[in-house]
């Protein structure tokens, strides 16, 4: 691999680095997995990626492969930012915005940048990027493109998905392109092109009218949806194409972005926090239903429940002073309005008030930002149970990202329940409530066999109960190496057979991100689990979920 090393050092601006501590370095991201890569690359610029790509592309071609895998500040819970081969880092000097149309709230940025910086920058001109993670601080642009990730906002706003009308990538061979939403004549002009850009669209064309009712079957009745490839997403009644959603949430597995467009919304900090209460799960979820039918909907409706409560309770007894009181209550939902219109947020909350009230629950609203703050660190709290270890058993990042239909969230919660209680774990909820989008890690020691065995079963039962109900094993974090092996389980053989084929399309060498998606089974998972667990990495800050 040296001599891989030395001729990449030779033509790249940027740093190539295979000491092994470095190595050992981006060896992990957020998951439970391992993979030593073969070297590092920090690329300076778009041709730096572009010759990483071509150069493996060419070996490859000589039967030789060599995988490469983008990586932004390794926050990914799914696996999908590790591999074997070449981990290309972008947030050491790709990590610009590079331009910004105040006007028009339009943001071009490359992939190492930051996300809280991004952020910061755009409220300073009275905008926002709505589907931010709880990891805006300590992650970047680049993983959220990847991930098609999500958060607190996403109930009212959409994913991200939702806000990026174009891209510029690399594809497998090196080749750059530029995507977009294209006209019948403009794809009959890139169907025409004799390059691979060319032949890609060549093939997703037919692949798309060959396969619509199979397409059409892959929709999922839930709010949002990270799981394999957005193939519905891609081709409009009009005969509009554009590969824009279907590399977004690819996690790298389809080319490597170099530059997207962002669409933003106005920001308005002046918000009204409405904290509601509930002892009984059924009861509010209906009220969950009925506030999502509101004119205005919430910007935000998030939810812990009373085990997390309890567990903070015990261990941190302090982060909860002054802001909630025992008994704690069954659900506690965070319900937000951001309308422009103060008497707008005003008449909101009081519905959703009566709402709550109408089921059973009780409520408290605030327009204090300070008291907000207060209140919003009840579902903060959450960061402590994740950060939290007993001895070596340590909060996992497994099942984590279930989504149901909202109307199936009671089943979802009190299955979530019968799981944990079967296996004798310690059961705690949190996450999107309003998109039915739930957070769970379970308390695991991966230093010992039996617990190590235990986390496939709860990973076969968990994502059973999901499927189950009409959902999806991915919200927000991507499938990854964790649960790229029951996409084949939720999409069905043949469905699974289409991601197979758009990922030959793309990357018939697989060079780009192997391992991850697609054809990975659990069995090949398994070598890779580490001993124990940590996000040491992260410790500057204080991770989020």
Do not use: C
Request: aromatic fraction near 8%.
């Amino acid at each position: 691999m040296s001599k891989v090393a030395h001729y990449l050092q030779e033509h790249l601006i940027g740093e190539v680095m295979v000491s092994s501590d470095a190595r050992r370095y981006f060896a992990t991201d957020s998951s439970i997995l391992s993979v030593t890569p073969a070297l590092v690359v920090y690329p300076h610029n778009e041709n730096d990626v572009r010759k990483i790509a071509r150069f493996t592309w060419q070996l490859a071609e000589k039967g030789r492969v060599i995988p490469m895998t983008a990586r932004g500040s390794g926050t990914d819970h799914s696996g999908a930012a590790i591999g074997s081969g070449i981990v290309v880092v972008f947030p050491a000097h790709m990590n610009k915005i590079i331009e910004l149309d105040t006007k028009t709230g339009s943001v071009a940025v490359q992939p190492g940048l930051n996300y809280g910086k991004l952020q910061q920058t755009l409220q300073t001109h009275g905008r926002f990027l709505p589907p931010f993670p709880a990891s805006m601080e300590y992650s970047t642009v680049g993983g959220a493109m990847g991930n098609n990730a999500s958060g607190e906002k996403t109930v009212k706003y959409g994913s991200t998905r939702d806000f990026v009308p174009s891209l510029r990538v690399v594809l497998a061979n090196g080749e750059v392109i530029e995507t977009g939403r294209l006209s019948k004549r403009e794809l009959s002009k890139k169907m025409g092109l004799n390059s691979m850009e060319g032949e890609i669209y060549r093939a997703m064309d037919k692949l798309l009218e060959e396969n619509k009712d199979l397409i059409e079957k892959t929709k999922r009745d839930t709010t949002k949806n990270s799981a394999g490839y957005a193939l519905d997403s891609i081709k409009q009644k009009d005969g509009s194409v554009d590969l824009t959603p279907l590399l977004i949430g690819s996690q790298g597995t389809l080319g490597i972005i170099t530059e997207a467009i962002f669409e933003t919304q106005p920001y308005n900090p002046n918000v009204t926090l409405l904290v509601a209460s509930f002892d009984d799960v059924d009861r509010a979820t209906k009220a969950i239903l009925d506030i999502r039918k509101l004119a205005d909907m919430p910007s935000t409706i998030e939810m812990v429940d009373g085990n997390l409560l309890e567990f903070i309770d015990e261990h941190n007894p302090n982060q909860l002073k002054g802001t909630i009181e025992k008994p704690f209550h069954k659900i506690m939902l965070f319900i937000e309005f951001d309308n422009f219109n103060a008497r707008v947020q005003k008449r909101m909350a009081k519905k959703v008030k009566n709402i709550v009230e109408d089921y059973g629950g009780s409520s408290q609203s605030e327009t204090d930002p300070e008291k907000q703050a207060l209140l919003w660190r009840i579902r903060q709290s959450a960061a402590s149970l994740t950060a939290f270890s007993d001895n070596n058993s340590k909060a996992l990042p497994l099942i984590e990202d279930g989504i149901v239909p909202v109307a199936k969230l009671t089943e979802f919660i009190n299955g979530a329940y019968a799981i944990f209680d079967k296996l004798k774990l310690k059961a705690a909820i949190w996450g999107h409530a309003g998109d039915g989008n739930l957070h769970m890690q379970p308390f695991l020691d991966l230093s010992q066999l039996g617990d190590r065995q235990k986390l496939f079963r709860i990973l076969e039962e968990y994502y059973g109960l999901v499927l189950s109900l009409g959902g999806s094993i991915s919200g927000e974090h991507g499938d990854g190496r964790i649960r790229g092996p029951f996409l084949s389980q939720m999409y069905g053989e043949e469905a699974y057979e289409l991601f197979r084929a758009v990922k030959k399309i793309f990357d018939p060498y697989n060079t780009l991100n192997a391992g991850v998606k697609i054809d990975v089974t659990l069995d090949d998972i398994k070598p890779l689990l580490r001993q124990e667990y940590s996000m040491k990495h992260l410790y500057d800050h204080m991770p989020r979920t």
